[in-house]
């Protein structure tokens, strides 16, 4: 019986959450540059080149379907361009219509709430600063993940994402990974 191995990783700003670069005419980071995984890897679910945070990698795609599946929640730390109120806020939790692939799409009911700057360092890409208007941070937890949804959703209500990083999967939190890092664990749920 083949012995599965799982990975938490914090991909950094910049990297591709996949091993293989299909685009020839552009070079990309690869999670492959950060660690030495074993053949066979695969990232559960991604987060865009300019997202950041927590992804959980592994060989055993069963694994990897269960995570994937609408029974675990995603939770993200999202900066957004301009406060937000408690009228936005509603606005998400209750579900907002996105386009998905040229449909349009409401998304399912979601936890969101107005919090403190979180304490992460600097990222490696500039972001704008207050010269350019206040910005404000949300907390966002989904149970499905359509492409750049927590983007979409945002950007629907009036405050597009500046800054998004995913810091929970089910029971699995990004706590202290240091912004590249990657742990092995035994298992991931």
Known sequence: MKTHQHFILH???GYL???????????????GEL???????MAIGRLDVNSEGLLLLTTD??????????????EYYVQVDGINTQKEINLLKNGVEISVEGKKYTTKRCDAVLISPP??????QKLRDERHGPTSWISITIIEGKFRQ???????VG?????LIRIRIGTIYLHDL?????KKVHQLM
């Not at 240091?178 to 990657?182: D, H, N, Q, S, T």
Request: charged share 30%.
């Open 35 to 41: 660690y030495d995984f074993p053949e066979g890897t």
């Open 159 to 163: 405050f597009p994402t500046l800054h």
């Open 61 to 74: 795609g069963k694994v990897s379907e269960h995570i994937r599946s609408k029974k675990v929640a995603k």
């Open 119 to 124: 304490n992460f360092p600097n990222r490696t």
């Open 178 to 182: 240091k912004l590249g890092g990657v």
């Open 17 to 31: 959450s996949q091993f293989v670069n299909n685009q020839t005419k552009r070079k990309k980071k690869m999670l």
């Open 150 to 156: 927590v983007r979409k959703m945002t950007a629907v």
């Open 11 to 13: 991909k950094p700003y």
